[in-house]
T-cell receptor, first 117, second 112 residues
Framework: GAVVSQHPSWVICKSGTSVKIECRSLDFQATTMFWYRQFPKQSLMLMATSNEGSKATYEQGVEKDKFLINHASLTLSTLTVTSAHPEDSSFYIC?????????????FGEGSRLTVL | DAKTTQPTSMDCAEGRAANLPCNHSTISGNEYVYWYRQIHSQGPQYIIHGLKNNETNEMASLIITEDRKSSTLILPHATLRDTAVYYCIVKNSGGSNYKLTFGKGTLLTVNP
């Protein structure tokens, strides 16, 4: 079964509104989570690293005031797309690492498809 | 993390083995080879990873060459549901560095 869950799976919103996407680790704690964005027919692009109890680390070119990340607990990270515009329409995917023995596996959520009208 | 090179696309007949190659000639000694796949409109799914020994799990087998400069993911009996983009990623698994950089991957199409 899924070990990382996202909600909502899809959302449609009007231009100018804000949208929040949740990412939960279901049976393990994650001090770090990652947020990716994927445009049609393109690969996943890392947007930011979400750190529990501290500020997120954003990749170059990603506006931190546009994409607000909050990692308030060890099992939940949220991504808020503020003042969304049509160009923000994309597939947003989160991931979290889970340790097995001495290496870790990175598990991904199901993704959240955002359509901004 | 070392770069990887994969074919853009591959086809495979249902029921046959699918062998997906990956070149990672600049891999360093502490870097693992990870394979993920992404079925259309879903999040990526972990398949397998390895360091230098061949690995097998319920999904696939990973064959890593002795010099570790290339590897092959083997799906022993491909089904239509295995149609997906397969990503080969090389990274250091130590510490808390779990940022994965995705390339374009290989689109595997399993045909009936």
């Amino acid at each position: 079964g899924a070990v990382v869950s996202q909600h909502p799976s899809w959302v449609i919103c009007k231009s100018g509104t804000s949208v929040k996407i949740e990412c939960r680790s279901l049976d393990f704690q994650a001090t770090t989570m990652f947020w990716y964005r994927q445009f049609p027919k393109q690969s996943l692009m890392l947007m930011a690293t979400s750190n529990e109890g501290s500020k997120a680390t954003y990749e170059q070119g990603v506006e931190k005031d546009k994409f607000l990340i909050n990692h308030a607990s060890l099992t939940l990270s949220t991504l808020t797309v503020t003042s969304a515009h049509p160009e923000d329409s994309s597939f947003y995917i989160c991931s979290a690492p889970r340790w097995t023995e001495n290496t870790g596996e990175l598990f991904f959520g199901e993704g959240s498809r955002l359509t901004v009208l | 993390d070392a770069k990887t090179t994969q074919p853009t696309s591959m086809d495979c007949a249902e029921g046959r083995a699918a062998n997906l190659p990956c070149n990672h000639s600049t891999i360093s000694g502490n870097e693992y080879v990870y394979w993920y796949r992404q079925i259309h409109s879903q999040g990526p799914q972990y398949i397998i990873h390895g360091l230098k020994n061949n690995e097998t799990n319920e999904m696939a087998s990973l064959i890593i060459t002795e010099d570790r400069k290339s590897s092959t993911l083997i799906l022993p009996h491909a089904t239509l549901r295995d149609t997906a983009v397969y990503y080969c990623i090389v990274k250091n698994s130590g510490g808390s560095n779990y940022k994965l950089t995705f390339g374009k991957g290989t689109l595997l199409t399993v045909n009936p």
